[in-house]
């Protein structure tokens, strides 16, 4: 797999996201779970206490193909940013969702982009992430 980039979207476009691209993404995904769909993540979305922002991370190709997504929270109490998954803890599995989620090289994209906000001095919690997942 080529380069991979990653893009951060939060609030409202993180909304737009969950709406538009997710769908594809979670339609081309033969292993998407239903804790990984459209209706179950924009619903968790739309409930988030107002210290909480949604949050996707899209993994996209050199030629700005989205090849997967990672949907999370950002809880932010003014000390304290906490980036969890989105719908934690009551998914059963967290993964990236689209047609390459299960590719290293997009999953290490997509982690690494995790790391860099923990050394930003965010707290970032990967619950219920399959140990067989390449996001581990």
């Given at each position: 797999?080529?380069?991979?980039?990653?893009?951060?979207?939060?609030?409202?476009?993180?909304?737009?996201?969950?709406?538009?691209?997710?769908?594809?993404?979670?339609?081309?995904?033969?292993?998407?779970?239903?804790?990984?769909?459209?209706a179950w993540?924009?619903?968790?979305?739309?409930?988030?206490?107002?210290?909480?922002?949604?949050?996707?991370?899209?993994?996209?190709?050199?030629?700005?193909?989205?090849?997967?997504?990672?949907?999370?929270?950002?809880?932010?109490?003014?000390?304290?940013?906490?980036?969890?998954?989105?719908?934690?803890?009551?998914?059963?599995?967290?993964?990236?969702?689209?047609?390459?989620?299960?590719?290293?090289?997009?999953?290490q994209a997509?982690?690494?982009?995790?790391?860099?906000?923990?050394?930003?001095?965010?707290?970032?919690?990967?619950?219920?992430?399959?140990?067989?997942?390449?996001?581990?």
């Amino acid at each position: 797999m080529p380069t991979v980039s990653v893009r951060e979207y939060a609030g409202p476009a993180a909304m737009d996201v969950l709406a538009l691209q997710w769908r594809e993404l979670y339609t081309e995904d033969q292993t998407a779970s239903p804790f990984q769909s459209p209706a179950w993540l924009t619903a968790w979305a739309r409930h988030l206490p107002h210290t909480a922002t949604p949050s996707v991370l899209a993994a996209t190709s050199p030629t700005g193909r989205w090849l997967a997504a990672l949907a999370l929270v950002r809880h932010d109490d003014g000390d304290h940013t906490r980036i969890l998954p989105l719908s934690a803890p009551r998914a059963e599995c967290v993964l990236p969702v689209g047609p390459y989620a299960d590719d290293a090289t997009v999953a290490q994209a997509l982690a690494f982009h995790l790391l860099l906000a923990d050394d930003a001095g965010a707290d970032v919690v990967m619950t219920d992430v399959p140990a067989t997942s390449a996001l581990v």
